[in-house]
């Protein structure tokens, strides 16, 4: 199955989602700043990489996992993604997952501070601690995906 | 084969683009089924127009001011699904005056906003009719060369 989790940069709820899932984050407790930077694509993507479906890894039941920043198509987005699938008589195989719901506003500032204005020496720490805000919620969320995944 | 027709709306310029392709347009937008049917363009999923001679499917889809995002998104989407997606055309029809369109979408959501989406799209895209009839020329273009393809592709045992 192929499992893509977007949000609207594809940098940071979506990066840890996907992070989340593939066990490269711990669930048990709040993960460090550092751990958080540490994650491929988190707070590191520009304006070119809006709509790239991007590889993050492959899961224990061999579930490919991908990150995607749509901008500003909402929840929309899932259903064109899932509504072309269906297109392809793939829609069983795909499961499209808006990481949106868990963002807070500590990471919408933080994430427009570091990736839209250029400053990540400020940016960075403030969404940071959104995302750590965040995390048990992200957690909670790929603990559904995985069972719809499972199924 | 499925053709998708990508624009900022799955109801106005891409709907008559796919019509014209279907050799239904007759330079009125009266006899368009779903034309400017807002409700059904939010919905995000794509919109099946019909099936031409050949049982080639035309779809159109709107994605709003976000169109490169969704463009890129799709087109990683059918990479993922390379196999799948060997009988897909994705392509896109832009026109003049797409904010307009943007506008008049917009103000379907209030009293009279039928009426007035109606109207701004019929002086928008009265004026754009050749610019969206050259496209839809180069899209059949683009499904002809697909074809042809394919069917090389097949006589040389490689399909």
Same mark, same amino acid.
């Given at each position: 199955m192929e499992i893509?989790?977007?949000?609207?940069?594809?940098?940071?709820?979506?990066?840890t989602a996907a992070a989340i899932h593939l066990e490269m984050l711990p669930t048990h407790r709040i993960p460090t700043r550092e751990e958080l930077m540490a994650l491929p694509y988190f707070d590191k993507t520009t304006d070119n990489d #809006?709509?790239?479906?991007?590889?993050?890894?492959?899961?224990?039941?061999?579930?490919?996992?991908?990150?995607? /920043?749509k901008r500003s198509l909402g929840d929309r987005f899932s259903r064109v993604l899932k509504g072309v699938a269906e297109l392809m008589g793939v829609e069983r195989e795909l499961l499209v997952v808006n990481t949106m719901i868990y963002v807070n506003w500590v990471m919408m500032?933080? /994430?427009?501070?570091?990736?839209?204005? /250029?400053?990540?020496? #400020?940016?960075?720490?403030?969404?940071?601690?959104?995302?750590?805000?965040?995390?048990?919620?992200?957690?909670?969320?790929?603990?559904?995906?995985?069972?719809?995944?499972a199924h | 084969m499925k053709v998708l027709i990508l624009g900022t709306s799955g109801v106005h310029h891409t709907l008559v683009a796919a019509n014209m392709i279907l050799s239904r347009f007759q330079d009125d937008?009266?006899?368009?089924?779903? +034309?400017?049917?807002?409700q059904l363009d939010r919905r995000g999923f794509p919109?099946?127009?019909?099936?031409?001679?050949?049982?080639?499917?035309? +779809?159109?889809?709107?994605?709003? @001011?976000?169109?490169?995002?969704?463009?890129k998104a799709l087109e990683g989407l059918f990479e993922v699904f390379s196999d799948?997606?060997?009988?897909?055309?994705?392509?896109?029809?832009?026109?003049k005056g797409e904010i307009w369109i943007r506008l008049a979408s917009a103000l379907a959501r209030v009293p009279l906003g039928n009426w007035l989406n109606r109207l701004i799209s019929d002086l928008v895209l @009265?004026? !754009?009719?050749?610019?969206?009839?050259? !496209?839809?020329? @180069?899209?059949q273009q683009q499904m002809e060369d697909l074809m042809r393809m394919d069917y090389r592709r097949l006589r040389m045992g490689t399909g």
């Open positions: 893509i989790y977007h949000c609207f940069g594809g940098s940071h709820s979506s990066v #809006f709509g790239l479906i991007k590889l993050m890894g492959v899961d224990g039941y061999g579930n490919r996992v991908y990150v995607l /920043g500032l933080g /994430g427009y501070v570091s990736r839209r204005i /250029g400053l990540p020496m #400020f940016g960075r720490p403030v969404v940071c601690y959104g995302t750590r805000k965040a995390f048990l919620d992200l957690v909670g969320l790929v603990k559904t995906v995985k069972v719809k995944a | 937008f009266t006899g368009i089924d779903r +034309y400017c049917d807002v919109i099946y127009v019909g099936s031409d001679e050949e049982g080639r499917h035309i +779809y159109t889809l709107g994605a709003g @001011k976000e169109i490169e995002t969704a463009r799948e997606s060997r009988y897909f055309l994705i392509t896109e029809v832009r026109i @009265k004026r !754009q009719i050749p610019l969206i009839r050259a !496209q839809a020329e @180069k899209i």
